[in-house]
């Protein structure tokens, strides 16, 4: 059992990562170089990948989750396929320990659900790894409408199928980034989704428009597929002082403003730093392990954001929408 009360003190946090996937690597790489944390371990079943990760980073190497809480650790990121995030979740807060787990949340609601009250029960820090949030362009955007009237967010998400996917398509690998990005830029939830979802080469749907109304009044659509051979990642809003254009990838963020009846307006380059989302991301968790202040992203908010892109392929709207009344057409072709 790990010792409650050893994350609260001034030392180094001892961290596992739980599967080593493309993005548990990551991540374990990451905390191997971040300051106040010690990467101690990484489990993995494939004992050839773990112990590759292992030997770079100079940690141990396990094939399973008992085997890496017996080492000790403080925290965890969970990078296990995601229908495994809720038993190993539930396994680590029994334990004492402080999670991270990749987005989404879990396979289900209820899932989702479960983790959070476990969370609860343990006087842990449960964080979602949105790691979209901690992109610089996004915060530049953000930055760039708070406390502004926004009318409408587009984003485009796209790029080429990708050979690790199996067992779910782009509503839950892709979209479900830009749902959190809707809500987290308006502040607001999602009332109203119109869905229409293809499955073009893939088993499961690889091209979704996503067609959303918030809360607050704000339109938005998400436009993601797995047809397009090379990768694109683009946010528009729309305000009523101004449009903000961003690349997520290049990290180019303009802003449109100072409207005039003619027709003509002013452009400018916002400032964009240059840190690694990821890094910044654990970074985040840490703070939030040591602190005690909530997480920079939930597992409500993670929890949110899972329920409407369930409702996505569900192809209905929250069932506790006042707009849900009107009747919106939905289609799922």
Known sequence: MANPDRAGEDRALRIGVIGVGVMGSNHARVFAGLPGARLVGVADPDRKQAEFVADTLGCAAVAD???????????????????????IALTCFVDGIHVMVEKPIASSVEEGRDIIAAARRAKRTLMVGHVERFNPAVEAIKDAVRN?????IAITRVGPFPPRMSNVGVVIDLAVHDIDLIRWFTDSDIVEVQPQLSNAV?????????QFRTASGVLAHINTNWLTPFKARSVTVAT???????????????????????????????????????????LAFLHAVRTG???AVTGEQGVASLEIASRCLAGRSPAAAPVARQA??????
Do not use: N, W
């Open 65 to 87: 989750v008992e085997e890496l809480l017996a080492l000790g650790v403080d925290a965890v990121t969970i990078a296990a396929p995601t229908h495994l995030h809720h038993s």
């Open 240 to 282: 009523r002082g101004k449009y903000v254009m961003g690349d997520l990838l290049t990290r180019q963020v303009t802003e449109c403003f100072g409207f005039q009846p003619d027709g003509s307006y002013s452009m400018r380059h916002l400032s964009v730093g240059h840190a690694e989302p990821l890094r910044a991301e654990l």
């Open 202 to 210: 893939a088993e499961r749907e690889d091209i979704a428009l996503l």
């Open 293 to 295: 202040e909530p997480p």
């Open 148 to 152: 502004e009237d926004i009318l409408s």
């Open 328 to 333: 919106p057409r939905v289609v799922v072709s």
